[in-house]
């Protein structure tokens, strides 16, 4: 008897996407790992502190803009005390956003007060809890911080306002006082415990097992701020969803300090499409966020990078672009197209492009090529990009006509269009 593979229609993607999205047999036959999910975006805080990023007033407005009407669950809008102009900034997202806003704080007096004064949802108290950090940057004992802690979360709380507090650099931070700390901080009533790996030394395993602990000691939601300095912010932050956190931070194309933080654009397509969870963010404006991002931080968008590089959806290799060309899930993930996030396939003429590449191309530019003429012009496609030209349209177009391939005549097209 044939084995048929099983299939799990989903059809929350029907209002962007109207093909019907199919979870095959093996790795995606199980997505139940994740029920829910929120995403924190820390583009205009975290983000903006990669190293030569400034976002002005203009950009945090557009950015927060557009962040608002894609629906992403909190926007970290700035750290209010920095400066005038920030808390000016952040004062003004806040009145002209829908969703949850957030406002940085360290535990200080003076930036709790900036941050309940600019009239954000929810204020975001920190703290330092590793030895290192407590030594020599703070230059404070684990007391110290504990009380400070506990004193900023009360102050927020008795404001009436939503607060988050973050035990900062929580995975270098020796576990018995990381509990004890966010135990502490949990008995003055905080909506939420971000566990923060400032320094992206976590690995999915160790987060998960660690979010599992830190769930089972407080009542507070959990959030994640995962890093990137091995290639694991993205990884991580999806392992804390899978061990019980409903939250987790993320940036616009992965920005941030130093590697920078986990992407929005990766953890949410990795959320909606290998998860099968709702989001509710509008995943067709992924792509257009991606390009004001990387136009107002100056830091340009890898061509290989995830969901929003040029090559995401981009093939050249004879084989792939002839199975694509039949059908787009013999080598694209299949519940990720990029009619989902805003983007547009491309079939990359150049060395490794096959004919069916070719003919589709020329088709498409409206010739008419035998299977002759076909070869011929892939023979001298292959010989260019092997030189390392970048093989154009116009590229195609020359070749073409040295060939002496014909056009389709027009009243034809008409006809066949007809």
């Known amino acids: 008897m044939e084995v048929q593979c099983p299939i799990t229609w989903t059809w929350r993607t029907l209002r962007r996407d109207p093909r019907r999205v199919e979870f095959f047999q093996g790795t995606l036959e199980t997505t139940s790992e994740i029920e829910t999910v929120r995403v924190f975006d820390t583009t205009l805080r975290d983000g903006e502190q990669s190293p030569r990023t400034s976002f002005s007033y203009e950009d945090k407005r557009e950015i927060a803009t557009v962040l608002d009407e894609m629906g992403t669950h909190v926007i970290e809008a700035g750290f209010p005390v920095n400066s005038e102009a920030e808390f000016e900034a952040v004062r003004d997202i806040a009145s002209a956003s829908e969703t949850t806003t957030c406002g940085l704080a360290r535990v200080v007096d003076k930036d709790v007060e900036a941050a309940l004064d600019s009239g954000v949802d929810l204020v ?90 830190i769930v089972d000691r407080t009542d507070a939601r959990i959030d994640v701020h995962t890093h990137d300095d091995f290639g694991l912010a993205s990884a991580n932050a999806l392992a804390g969803f899978e061990a019980g956190a409903a939250q987790a931070q993320v940036s616009v194309n992965g920005i941030g300090e130093r590697a920078g933080n986990a992407a929005y654009e990766e953890v949410v397509m990795a959320v909606e499409s290998l998860y099968g969870i709702d989001t509710g963010i509008d995943t067709t404006r992924i792509t257009e966020l991606s390009r004001i991002v990387e136009a107002a931080s100056d830091i340009p968008v890898p061509q290989n990078k995830p969901v929003v590089g040029r090559n995401a959806f981009s093939h050249e290799s004879g084989i792939h672009a002839a199975g694509v060309i039949e059908n787009s899930d013999t080598f694209e993930p299949g519940v990720m197209t990029p009619e989902m996030v805003g983007a547009s396939r491309e079939f990359v003429l150049g060395k490794h492009t096959g004919t069916h590449s070719v003919r589709k191309r020329l088709s498409d530019a409206g010739y008419d090529p035998t299977d002759t003429q076909v070869r011929e012009v892939t023979r001298r496609v292959k010989d260019y990009g092997a030189e390392k030209q970048r093989v154009t349209m116009e590229t195609l177009e020359r070749f073409a006509e040295e060939v002496g391939v014909d056009r389709v005549d027009e009243d034809e097209e008409e006809e066949v269009r007809a």
Not at 178 to 195: Q, T
């Open 124 to 213: 975001h108290v920190f703290v330092s809890t590793s030895d290192v950090q407590l030594q020599d940057s703070m230059h404070a004992s684990r007391e110290e911080a504990t009380e400070r802690a506990v004193e900023s979360v009360r102050r927020v709380k008795e404001a009436g306002v939503e607060c988050m507090f973050s035990p900062m650099d929580a995975t270098r931070t020796e576990k018995a006082f990381l509990f004890e700390i966010i135990e502490a901080v949990s008995g003055e009533g905080v909506d939420w415990i971000n566990i923060p790996d400032t320094c992206g030394v976590c690995t999915p395993t160790r987060m998960a097992s660690l979010i599992g602990e």
